[in-house]
């Protein structure tokens, strides 16, 4: 029996967690906390929400009484940490939120769980999700590996980072039994349309430009999001405490090739004539600071636990635009309020 805390449950990768979670372990009590950012949404967990064994809770992972008092309630065997400001573009106009949720937050959180906790650590789990991202930027040759020496460049990396060193600051200082996964760029169904594939599907469906940053040859890892959370599943159930194990799927797309395929994929299913969507590229401003290109070697985690990823990306890349296209009241809803407001702003200006 087991009652895990996991939090950012309504976020798009949270949401697949937590759905896998409460899906396939009936017998754990799985309890959501989330501040309910732009980024979450709580339909995203629609087919869920009304199971036995899950609970939501609204609140922030910086609120410490309610944190505390979450641990007293349920008395927490585990922590699945998903929790954080997640887009490097706002981390570019606003980087003390980030250092507020992925620094205060996280600290937050591994406080709460230690004093829980009591030095008692059997059969407790503080697993904290984190990013490639933490790893800097690699040249065109070479890979991130557990190993490899932080080197964050972006505040939300820089965030990133700082909470990845907490967390193993509270496994060296008081034994907390700790686990990080670090995973390359996440895609799939319940993105918010505001990270480059989301978008850009809206932005085809819209008839909107496309808006690829610089010349569109960084590259990025991609891994369905569904692989993402059954690598976490299989790590905190039979990864070794303390450890770190990166995640990805040995996929690298420069964006303007992924960007051209997306189009390819939509302008077959709109049944549009081939190379309509691609007239919608639109080369604008670099991102300050953008990263070129990121490549995660998942080495470890294939050899010592046999992980390796379910999909070919086209498959993937398919699955997420049939979802898409199948859930416009899912995409109208969030493209709205907030959201609108800062793709104005985000944009506007090129
Ligand atoms: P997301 O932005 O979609 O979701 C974040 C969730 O956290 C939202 O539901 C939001 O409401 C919640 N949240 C934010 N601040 C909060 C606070 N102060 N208190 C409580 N809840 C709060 O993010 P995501 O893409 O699902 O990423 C989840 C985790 O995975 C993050 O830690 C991110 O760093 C990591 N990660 C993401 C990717 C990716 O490609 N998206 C890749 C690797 C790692
Ligand atoms: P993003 O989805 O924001 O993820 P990350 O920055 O965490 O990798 O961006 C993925 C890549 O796409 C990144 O190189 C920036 C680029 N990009 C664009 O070219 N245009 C866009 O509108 C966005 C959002 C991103």
């Known amino acids: 029996m087991q009652t895990i805390l996991i939090t950012g449950g309504a976020g798009f990768i949270g949401s697949h967690l937590t759905r896998l979670f409460v899906t396939k372990y009936p017998q754990y009590k799985i309890v959501n906390l989330d501040a309910l950012t732009y980024a979450g949404n709580l339909s995203n967990l629609k087919d869920i929400e009304d199971a036995p064994n899950y609970t939501f809770v609204k609140g922030d992972i910086t609120d410490m009484a309610l944190v505390q008092q979450l641990f007293a309630e ?3 065997t585990g922590v699945l940490h998903c929790a954080a400001e997640s887009h490097v573009d706002r981390s570019i106009t606003d980087p003390l939120a980030f250092v507020r949720t992925n620094v205060m937050g996280t600290s937050t959180l591994l406080l ?18 984190s990013t490639d991202e933490v790893y800097g ?9 557990e190993n490899t020496a932080y080197d964050p460049r972006s505040p939300y990396s820089a965030s990133k980072a700082s909470s990845d060193h907490f967390v193993r600051a509270f496994y060296h200082t008081y034994g907390l039994p700790i686990k990080i996964s670090n995973c390359s760029n996440n895609y799939g169904p319940y993105h918010f349309p505001e990270k480059l594939i989301p978008l850009s599907i809206n932005n085809i469906i819209n008839n909107k430009p496309l808006p690829i940053y610089g010349k569109g040859e960084n590259i ?7 692989d993402h959370a059954g690598a976490i ?7 070794i405490i303390g450890e770190t194990y990166n995640i990805g799927g040995h996929n690298e797309w420069t964006n303007i090739d992924l960007i051209k395929e997306l189009c390819r994929q939509m302008d077959a299913k709109l049944g549009k004539p081939a190379g309509t969507s691609e007239k919608l590229i639109t080369y604008v401003t670099d991102r300050a600071g953008h990263d070129m290109r990121y490549a995660i070697d998942a080495t470890k985690l294939k050899e010592e636990l046999g992980w390796m990823p379910s999909l070919q ?5 398919s699955k997420t635009i049939d979802w898409y296209l199948n859930n416009p009241e899912w995409l109208n809803n969030v493209v709205s309020g907030n959201y609108a407001a800062y793709y104005e702003d985000q944009y506007h200006k090129r």
């Open 220 to 226: 990025r890892d991609w891994l369905f999001v569904e």
């Open 313 to 317: 990306f086209e498959e993937g890349l």
């Open 233 to 239: 599943d299989l790590i905190y159930h039979k990864g």
């Open 112 to 129: 709460a769980a230690k004093e829980s906790w009591k030095g008692d650590f059997t059969n407790k789990l503080f697993y904290h999700i």
């Open 74 to 76: 349920h008395q927490f």
């Open 137 to 145: 930027s690699l040249g065109e040759t070479g890979f991130f590996y």
